[in-house]
């Protein structure tokens, strides 16, 4: 069973409005949760990383928040704009195995004009 | 480099085929992961180096996928006698150091068996 889930899978917004996406988790014990953008067709990039002293982090106009207690985050994205449009993919990582994270399959937004 | 590099960047390969896939990562950076991304999944950890090192080899798939970094920099991932359902994209990312948490993806190669 694959320990981080996201929801929902895919979602359509109209340029200007926001969102957030969901993820959950049952990686442990915790090290770190990060959020990474992919265009289609190109590799991830890193939107966020937050430790688990850290409950918010922003950048930009996306914002991540983890409650380490409940192990849920969310990515929320202001004011929606067309390149926005991705795949916004969770990742976790233990503290015991840095090395291999947890990725999630990913929330597909697509911002309409 | 600037990022990590990845070529090349599309293959289509017969069934059968044996293929071979190239990382380049940043440079300096110790850590390097390979990972293989379905159509519509996130990635999937397949193995992991620390400079010339295989640290971690548990994802790989079979026997057939072998992956190596004998110079500490660049890595090259070897399918063997390639599937149909080794067609994914596989993707190459870097880290500094363990305490720096940034990870840098290459742009992945993407690999159709036929």
């Known amino acids: 069973k694959n320990q981080v889930e996201q929801s929902p899978q895919s979602l359509i917004i109209l340029e200007g409005k926001n969102c957030t996406l969901q993820?959950?988790?049952?990686?442990?014990?915790?090290?770190?949760l990060r959020w990474y953008k992919q265009d289609t067709g190109r590799g991830p990039v890193s939107l966020t990383i937050?430790?688990?002293?850290?409950n918010t982090k922003s950048n930009g106009r996306y914002t991540a928040t983890l409650d380490a207690d409940t192990k849920q985050s969310s990515l929320h994205i202001t004011a929606s704009q067309l390149s926005d449009s991705a795949s916004y993919i969770c990742?976790?990582?233990?503290?015991?195995?840095?090395?291999?994270?947890?990725f999630g399959a990913g929330t597909q937004v697509v911002v309409t004009p | 480099g600037a990022g990590v590099s990845q070529s090349p960047r599309y293959k289509v390969a017969k069934r059968g085929q044996d293929v071979a896939l190239r990382c380049d990562p940043i440079?300096?950076?110790?850590?390097l992961f390979w990972y293989q991304q379905a159509l519509g999944q996130g990635p999937e950890f397949l193995t992991y180096?620390?400079?010339?090192?295989?640290?971690?080899k548990s994802g790989l798939p079979s026997d057939r996928f072998f992956a190596e970094r004998p110079e500490g920099s660049v890595s090259t991932l070897k399918i063997q006698r390639t599937q149909q359902e080794d067609s994914a994209v596989y993707l190459c990312?870097?880290?500094?150091?363990?305490?720096?948490?940034?990870?840098?993806f290459g742009e992945g190669s993407r690999l159709t068996v036929l």
């Open positions: 990742v976790v990582s233990a503290t015991d195995s840095w090395g291999k994270l947890q």
């Open positions: 993820c959950n988790y049952t990686v442990s014990p915790f090290s770190n």
């Open positions: 180096f620390q400079n010339e090192a295989q640290l971690d």
């Open positions: 990312a870097s880290f500094g150091t363990v305490n720096t948490g940034e990870l840098f």
């Open positions: 937050m430790t688990f002293s850290e």
């Open positions: 440079s300096g950076h110790v850590s």
